[in-house]
């Protein structure tokens, strides 16, 4: 054991710069992937969250669901009465109710029976969990309701619906005094611009005998500016926002800014709070976070949750300074941006009371049970069952009503905590620390276990680290770029060892000569160009092909290999001598497959247009192959050619025994990428951008689409080879230049001309494999436009 410790010290000491090189590489790589969301990192930040939330918060089949925090306490102060399919199925069966709420949406008559019963039985607030801005068509539930709240002060708060492009509310000064719960302000006695109020004892002709048109247009538009100011009144709140806050605004609208919407008249003063419902997505739509107060640019508004807990510490105002939220003498820690993390304690049904809105009509006709289930309780009136409210996803539940977020908020309100984000610098020390514990296991330890097994384990332990601890603190550390770090530290850590591993091995000139033509490697050595033993970095053209149909000969072959190996040598046999005829070098057969270099380890200044005319030549050979094969009764085959230009690290790779002259980087994956792209655009032989450059003036060949690659953050272009200039058939040439025409259309977004273009290029040529995948496109995006964003680039995955 002490010797192991003490080699294990020397290694880190003695790789100790490397270590914290790598380390600083790794992060600071990290920070940038996450500063750009390279890849959708925030995403899998969002995944990871909900995860940590959802499986140390009471989860069911998770052995930690008692850790620290975890356990779902049903909540003491709130519950909900929703309306459920048991609902529906009471009313309607039971004739009383059904005569006198109808039918859903029901009248308002059922909240005003509800809201009295409730305040009854001493509930301490309602939450309308909706907006009332429409009345019905039968006001009367309406007066109903109205005449219920005011004759019985039953505090209840609404929220207020908006509008893009609504007109905004009139200013409200500040100061201003807040009515008390359920007490409503009085009605200003004049209209700006010196109307006079509805009911106005000094306003003529109180008692119109018949108003003419313009008398009748006149009252309904003082109601509509009386009703906007008691909007204004009833829904702004004083906010003092400190310490270089501002109010946010609300979010734009599709025809511009969004102002609230007055609610009806027969409610709007005798509400005790009213706020914003708005749902706060985060970018995938599930509802993390929320702030507490907002603007229009004219007033302040607070959120329901917000409304309800002012009252509930009556407060006057809303201070918001960076980190904290104060609510009269009611001090809250929140982010410093002014905004917190919900804190939702458990899933809708485990963490709140949910009772249906018939039991609650049960209660009000005499059942027993109702006192103990509402005196001094918060009660949140919602839609539950489909189709009564919106469904959205929580970090806990990917659906459920969105009553849930109202709820969680106010209890985090009155409870005091929020989730909280810990300081940026926190992450980015504890990504430092993982990356440099990575690098440090790998440089250290050196097995192939650990090169394999660290990042699983860093993945796995990282979670439970970060999950537990968001759950026992309320306290969100990264989890994405941390682990991101560590990995990025291990991989970089393995390949530095891997490269110096393998820096002083020999290589061997005399294996060129199964890769290339004999005189070309005699070239070569005589001009002392024989390849550097650190490798280099060259402009050269890749060549890759794939035999399409080997599959069937396998199946053929089964059992006879014998007979399949000379099946596969004699295709090689019969393409190889194209290929190294125009000076490649083969890098590797891998089974039918065909890796050449055209311009290394012999430089040619045409090595792109060789490399196209080798790839013409296969294609001529293929097709004699194949002629002879079908005499044989043997499965046809044809083969998929791509190619691409770019600068790649050749060299060797090997050992003293062994090596391998090849080219890496991503140059030539993409060479392979292209070959497998032919599948999708049904082609024989791509070629890239760089490709194109190099010999459009020597080919014939149609620009196909503008894609983008896996891991590439660049889209590039790609390119069919048809035929060398002037030897492509008059049809094909007819077919090239409708699709050109509709691959401009389609770009411009004018589908339907682009489907006409290509409908015709496909009668010329119904097999022509590019027209039929963009016609496909075409239809696709007639029926479902893509969004404005839409850059035209097509995802290519290797």
């Keep these: 054991m002490r010797k192991t410790l003490l080699l294990i010290k020397l290694r880190f000491v003695r790789n100790l710069w490397v270590i914290l090189g790598i380390a600083s590489l790794a992060t600071a790589g990290a920070i940038v992937w996450w500063e750009t969301d390279f890849l959708g990192i925030s995403g899998s930040e969002r995944g990871a969250y909900d995860d940590g939330l959802g499986k140390f918060t009471g989860h069911p089949d998770f052995p930690w669901k008692y850790a ?82 005011e004759t019985d002060q039953i505090p209840v708060y609404l929220g207020f619906g908006m509008l893009s492009g609504a007109t905004p509310l009139p200013r409200q000064e500040i100061p201003f005094n807040r009515a008390p719960p359920g007490k409503p302000e009085p009605a200003p006695e004049k209209l700006p611009g010196g109307e006079a109020a509805p009911g106005d004892p000094f306003a003529e002709d109180t008692f119109p005998e018949e108003p003419t048109p313009e008398e009748a247009a006149r009252a309904t538009q003082a109601r509509l500016v009386e009703l906007r100011v008691k909007a204004a009144r009833a829904y702004a709140f004083p906010v003092e926002a400190k310490g270089g806050l501002k109010v946010p605004r609300f979010e734009e609208g599709p025809v511009g800014p969004q102002y609230p919407l007055p609610a009806i008249e027969q409610v709007i003063d005798v509400i005790a709070g009213f706020g914003t419902v708005d ?57 410093p941006e002014g905004d917190a993390e919900i804190d939702y304690g458990g899933t809708l049904y485990k963490k709140f009371d949910t009772i249906p809105v018939d039991d609650v009509l049960r209660y009000k006709n005499g059942v027993d049970g109702g006192v103990e289930r509402f005196k001094d309780k918060y009660v949140f009136i919602a839609g539950l069952a489909t189709g009564t409210g919106d469904i959205k996803g929580t970090p806990l539940e990917a659906n459920t009503p969105g009553v849930a977020k109202q709820a969680a908020i106010l209890q985090n309100l009155l409870d005091g905590q929020f989730i909280l984000r810990a300081p940026f610098w926190v992450s980015l020390l504890l990504a430092l620390l993982l990356a440099t514990f990575s690098a440090s296991l790998v440089l250290v330890v050196r097995n192939t276990f650990v090169d394999i097994g660290w990042p699983v384990a860093l993945y ?228 890239g951008a760089g490709t194109y450059e190099q010999v459009r003036e020597h080919v014939e060949a149609r620009e196909l ?94």
């Design 705 to 798: 689409d503008h894609v983008r690659v896996e891991g590439s953050a660049h889209p590039t272009t790609v390119y069919e080879l048809l035929a060398l200039r002037g030897e492509l058939h008059f049809d094909k040439a007819k077919v090239v230049e409708l699709y050109g025409q509709a691959l401009m259309l389609y770009r411009a977004r004018k589908f339907e001309e682009a489907q006409r273009r290509l409908t015709a290029a496909l009668g010329v040529d119904q097999s022509d494999g590019p027209s039929q995948r963009l016609l496909a496109l075409c239809q696709r995006y007639l029926t479902a436009p893509p969004p404005a964003s839409w850059d035209a680039v097509s995802p290519l995955e290797k």
């Design 460 to 687: 796995i332990g990282f979670f439970l680290l970060t999950g537990g601890f968001l759950v026992a603190t309320k306290i969100h550390i990264l989890s994405a770029l941390p682990g991101l770090a560590g990995t990025l530290a291990s991989v970089l850590a393995t390949s530095w060892e891997k490269l110096f591993a393998d820096k002083e091995r020999a290589r061997m000139k005399a294996a060129f000569q199964h890769f290339m033509e004999s005189d070309l490697v005699d070239q070569m050595i005589e001009q002392k160009k024989l390849p550097k033993l650190e490798g280099e970095n060259l402009l050269i053209t890749a060549f890759f092909s794939d035999l399409k149909g080997f599959t069937a000969f396998t199946d053929k072959y089964q059992g006879d290999p014998h007979a399949l190996m000379r099946l596969l040598n004699r295709y090689l046999s019969a393409v190889t001598p194209s290929i190294t005829v125009q000076g490649a070098c083969i890098d590797k057969y891998i089974g039918d497959k065909v890796l050449a270099l055209f311009g290394a380890p012999n430089f040619f200044a045409d090595h792109a247009l060789r490399a196209c005319k080798a790839a013409l030549s296969v294609q001529k050979s293929v097709a004699t192959l194949r002629e002879s094969f079908r005499s044989e009764g043997l499965p046809d085959v044809y083969t998929r050619i791509g190619l691409n230009t770019g600068t790649m690290l050749v060299g060797n790779i090997g050992s003293q025994q062994l090596m391998d002259y090849t080219a890496i980087g991503d140059e030539v994956r993409l060479a392979e990428t292209l070959e497998e792209a032919n599948k999708v655009f049904g082609t024989l032989i791509l070629i």
């Design 279 to 335: 749902h706060e997505p985060d970018g995938d739509g599930k509802m993390r976070f929320t702030r507490f107060v907002y603007s229009d640019g004219v007033n302040d508004y607070v959120t329901l949750p917000v409304a309800v807990a002012a009252d509930h510490y009556g407060a006057e105002k809303v201070e918001l300074s960076p980190g904290l939220l104060k609510l009269g003498k009611k001090e809250i820690r929140i982010n």
């Design 68 to 149: 620290p925090g975890g356990e779902v306490k049903r909540s003491k102060d709130i519950v909900i009465v929703g309306i459920t399919d048991s609902t529906f199925a009471s009313i309607n069966q039971h004739e009383p109710w059904r005569q006198r709420y109808g039918s859903f949406p029901y009248d308002r008559v059922l909240w005003a029976d509800l809201f009295g019963y409730l305040k009854e039985v001493g509930a301490k607030g309602i939450v309308f969990d909706a907006v009332m801005d429409e009345s019905k068509s039968d006001i009367l539930g309406d007066i109903a309701l109205g005449k219920q709240i």
